[in-house]
């Protein structure tokens, strides 16, 4: 049966602590309210996949975790600090700990891979050293495979390189959580396999604590933990993949079809 | 009104001012008087036809956008390469432009009064009347319309775009600050070169203008110029580069403004940058009559 109080979504009894806790969180844009009654956590380590169909809210509700849109009500706590209290300085340090690979992965179009990589080395964590710079910058495109790429325009990369990238600048301020906007949208299925195996392999290697919006079933059942499904603005079901795949709500297992 | 109904757009998560005010101590009396501003702005919003309170709201917007600029011009990491690079985008790349149109300014200028001051017999005036129109007035305000037209447009664009394609956002969300590394740049070099160009343009309209004079005539060059600066002073010269830095301020602004505020989608690129020339040209025209005003009564007279 269709669950309606998402309520139920943030007690499930867990040894972890909860990294990101939404509580009753709402948002509307004019009249047409996107999210209600929004309540989840998401624990260190995990690997949460949220599914929904398009405009149910799952980007907005990140958005909201980075500080690039504010709730209207509600409480959307990280590492238990409340977002919409924090000072700008305050948003900026959880900025630094909450990396967002957004679905065009929004590379800086007029420099290069190197600096797209280094930019926030120096503007966020100030670094001067060269050489340091240079190692860090190449460390991580070889994690992600692209080190070839390191003195390409933008331009000049396939959609699943400018994804690898996009994690990549992501990844190099080593971040604590990683929220995954669409990370899959528009790539051939066997980008799309490669690009959530290596989600995996960083979430790994980085022990992150990762969100990922997501319609892709294939991503899903790669990366995921637990996954929440989201409609209308209220979570809907919860579980594993197995779980929601054979659960008796058509909505949910309309996604798995 | 303004400040109140901006939409608040940029870093700072969005408080009312009701939350500020309980962290002082006895704050009933403040929340009253919270309270009662709040019904009485609601009350005034309500009485507003929706296009006003568009304009208005925009306006607010343009004001905490002011701040936010002013905040981050002073804020350690002042970004040097960015600034130099947009010095060389906005100046260097603009050259040819504002050359060619300087010099053909002087030199129409020129062909256009000949004939008229030949009739009351005023030729020799002829290079004096140019000097003075071009370095008060023209030469400031062409320019600035034309830099308007490829400098605030292509700004506005290149940040629409980056808005649109969430490079903007990608900024904000790694913790680096945009204004200070996109706004803050652009709108100092804007600054810094539009002066430099109309001074160029200026010199080369004069140049423009001895061009034509020796078509129908033969003149000098140093009887040419001699006469040029003869009835120039500073008074003359100062007030025109001054106005000409706010004209820098309203083209790398309004360019910024508009291309960072833009909204979703590829068609808003191309609204950012046209909206971007027609308010940046218009702010100009309002400048440069301000301007007008203030040196006929602080310097000329």
């Known amino acids: ?257 | 009104m303004v400040f109140a109904i901006s939409k608040r757009r940029f870093n700072q998560p969005i408080r009312s001012s009701a939350c500020h005010i309980r962290q002082y101590p006895n704050c009933d009396f403040l929340l009253q008087i919270s309270g009662f501003s709040h019904s009485l702005f609601h009350y005034m919003n309500n009485l507003l036809p929706e296009s006003w309170r568009t304009q208005l709201a925009s306006a607010g917007d343009q004001v905490v956008f002011l701040g936010t600029f002013s905040r981050n011009i002073l804020r350690p990491g002042f970004e040097w390469n960015e600034f130099l690079r947009q010095c060389y985008t906005v100046g260097y790349k603009s050259f040819t432009l504002v050359g060619i149109t300087g010099f053909i300014l002087g030199f129409v200028l020129t062909l256009q009064s000949e004939p008229t001051m030949k009739a009351f017999g005023a030729e020799s005036f002829v290079p004096s009347m140019v000097s003075i129109s071009v370095i008060r007035e023209i030469g400031p305000v062409i320019i600035a319309l034309i830099c308007a037209g490829k400098i605030a447009s292509s700004i506005g664009a290149e940040l629409g775009s980056m808005k649109v394609s969430e490079q903007i956002d990608a900024m904000e969300v790694s913790g680096a600050n945009p204004i200070q590394y996109l706004v803050v740049t652009r709108v100092l070099a804007c600054i810094v070169m539009i002066p430099l160009l109309t001074l160029m343009a200026d010199a080369l309209a004069l140049f423009g203008g001895f061009a034509a004079s020796n078509i129908s005539n033969k003149m000098t060059f140093t009887l040419y110029f001699s006469k040029a600066f003869s009835v120039l002073s500073f008074t003359d010269l100062i007030p025109a580069v001054v106005k000409t830095v706010f004209f820098g301020f309203a083209i790398g602004f309004v360019g910024c403004y508009k291309g960072y505020n833009s909204d979703r989608g590829t068609e808003s690129v191309g609204v950012a940058a046209n909206s971007a020339v027609v308010a940046a040209s218009l702010w100009i025209i309002v400048l440069d009559a301000i301007a007008v005003q203030l040196t006929s009564v602080f310097a000329y007279n």
Do not use: W
């Open chain 1, 1 to 257: 049966m269709r669950q309606s109080n998402s309520e139920q979504f943030s007690q499930q009894a867990t040894p972890n602590e909860a990294v990101i806790t939404l509580r009753n969180l709402k948002k509307s844009f004019g009249i047409k309210e996107v999210l209600s009654d929004l309540c989840m956590d998401l624990y260190k380590g995990e690997n949460l996949v949220v599914l929904g169909k398009s405009g149910s809210g799952k980007s907005v509700s990140i958005k909201c975790m980075v500080g690039l849109l504010t709730q209207d009500a509600g409480s959307l706590r990280i590492f238990e600090q409340e977002v919409k209290d924090l000072s700008e300085q305050g948003l900026r340090e959880l900025r630094i700990k909450t990396g967002f690979l957004f679905q065009s992965a929004a590379l800086y179009d007029s420099m290069t891979v190197e600096q797209n990589l280094e930019f926030p080395l120096t503007r966020v964590l100030k670094l001067n050293n060269k050489a340091d710079i240079r190692q860090r910058t190449e460390e991580v495109l070889d994690s992600v495979g692209l080190l070839d790429a390191i003195d390409k325009m933008p331009s000049d990369l396939s959609g699943g390189m400018r994804k690898r990238v996009g994690l990549a600048r992501t990844l190099i301020l080593k971040p604590e959580i990683m929220l995954y906007d669409e990370p899959t949208t528009g790539l051939d299925p066997i980008t799309s396999r490669e690009i959530s195996e290596l989600m995996l392999q960083m979430q790994k290697k980085y022990q992150t604590s990762s969100i990922i919006i997501t319609h892709d079933m294939a991503c899903a059942k790669i990366t995921s933990d637990r996954i929440l499904v989201l409609d209308k603005g209220v979570f809907v079901a919860e579980g594993t993949y197995e779980q929601l795949e054979n659960g008796p709500d058509e909505l949910v297992r309309s996604f798995f079809k």
